[in-house]
């Protein structure tokens, strides 16, 4: 992920579990990363709002990405995925180096050998609602700052998806944590 690397979660009943391989978006649409992308704006804490279905996220509900600075340039993240009644079911975390503008390339120390792409496709302009995807159109997402995204920033998100050759189709929302 982003790729929240989480092994164990168990699919929810008629939820989409997408395939490790599975592609969505249509790779002959140029894909286009934030040419403007300001990394510090970046960090902290986003809400999963909207994903692509990947295995290893299967089942997970208040999915959380939080980003931080590190000395050397790099930025921490880590993910976690909680079940529906808002305990931790899984978390992640790894490095992203910053490899071009908008762009990152992800490791999780769970998975030493292995780096994503992964792209800022957009961001509204406080920051307050991102899309990423990965290049190769194996996950997507859409995250924000709080659990509940507003309807105008989601079409504009869902609007670069679709930009970007993303099928809308395949696109599932993630519901958050109830509150309670």
Same mark, same amino acid.
């Not at 809400?47 to 590190?70: H, I, Q, S």
């Not at 302009?125 to 990965?134: F, N, P």
């Not at 993303?166 to 109830?178: E, G, I, Q, T």
């Given at each position: 992920?982003? $790729? ?11 939820? *989409?579990?997408?395939?490790?391989? @599975? ?42 990405? @939080? ?14 995925? /909680? ?7 899984? $978390? ?10 908008? !762009?990152?390339?992800? /490791? ?14 957009? $961001? ?10 990965? *290049? ?8 924000? /700052? ?6 105008? !920033?989601?079409?504009?998100?869902? /609007? ?14 993630? *519901? ?5």
């Amino acid at each position: 992920m982003m $790729a929240v690397l989480l092994a164990g979660c168990a699919v929810q009943p008629g939820e *989409p579990r997408g395939g490790l391989f @599975e592609v969505y978006r249509d790779l002959s649409v140029p894909l286009s990363s934030k040419a403007v992308f300001a990394p510090e704006r970046f960090l902290g804490l986003w809400y999963e709002v909207a994903r692509y279905p990947v295995p290893f996220e299967a089942g997970c509900v208040g999915v959380t990405a @939080e980003y931080a600075a590190l000395p050397d340039g790099r930025i921490a993240l880590r993910n976690t995925c /909680r079940n529906r009644d808002g305990s931790i079911r899984a $978390a992640i975390a790894g490095t992203a180096e910053i490899t071009g503008p908008g !762009r990152l390339q992800v /490791r999780f120390a769970a998975v030493p050998f292995a780096a994503a792409d992964l792209w800022v496709l957009w $961001a509204d302009e406080d920051y307050r609602t991102i899309v990423l995807g990965a *290049p190769d159109g194996r996950a997507g997402w859409i995250l924000n /700052r709080d659990p509940v995204i507003p309807a105008d !920033r989601l079409a504009a998100a869902r /609007r670069i998806l679709a930009f970007n050759g993303y099928d809308l189709d395949r696109l599932m929302r993630v *519901p958050p944590v109830p509150q309670g």
